[in-house]
């Protein structure tokens, strides 16, 4: 059977991808994983160091794709001769109030998700981080220092 220009079999697959692109991010949302890119497009991070252990402690807030406005907090290690990031972990609040767990990676500059709440709960993936600046704050009484930086990142996540 022919209606305008399509016959009835185009006509049903026609709907029938429809109705899958439209039913996708519902089944993402009932617990079944789907990847999607994660791009933060602005970070600002003051980020407090012990020079001589590496110990840090940051807060941190920036926009970011499938998160929206998020602030972040977390604690670890890093090398005082190279800067590099050894260890740490962190809690991530989204938009909505979800939350998303992470550490450090074996790469250097990189954060690997490791679980959430709400949405996010069982998140995996991660993010490559890019440093755009970094400024000194302080030179605090208690011999640490205060550093304030902005970054970009790039990534996917699997929620």
């Not at 970070?43 to 941190?60: A, K, N, S, V």
């Not at 090398?79 to 979800?98: C, K, M, R």
């Not at 998700?113 to 704050?137: H, K, N, P």
Request: charged share 10%; hydrophobic share 40%.
């Amino acid at each position: 059977m022919k209606t305008g220009i399509f016959t009835r079999t185009t006509l049903i697959a026609t709907i029938m991808l429809g109705a899958c692109l439209t039913i996708e991010p519902a089944m993402a949302s009932l617990g079944n994983p789907v990847t999607r890119p994660v791009k933060v497009v602005e970070g600002h991070l003051t980020i407090t160091i012990e020079p001589l252990t590496g110990d840090y402690q940051f807060t941190d807030w920036g926009m970011a794709t499938h998160v929206g406005l998020v602030s972040n907090s977390g604690a670890g290690v890093l090398n005082p001769a190279t800067g590099q990031f050894l260890s740490g972990t962190g809690v991530i609040v989204t938009a909505n109030g979800d939350l998303i767990t992470w550490a450090v990676g074996a790469v250097p500059n990189t954060v690997v998700y490791t679980g959430g709440t709400g949405r996010f709960e069982g998140a995996t993936g991660g993010i490559s981080i890019t440093v755009t600046s970094q400024t000194l704050l302080s030179v605090n009484e208690d011999g640490t220092v205060t550093f304030l930086m902005t970054y970009v990142a790039d990534g996917n996540i699997t929620y």
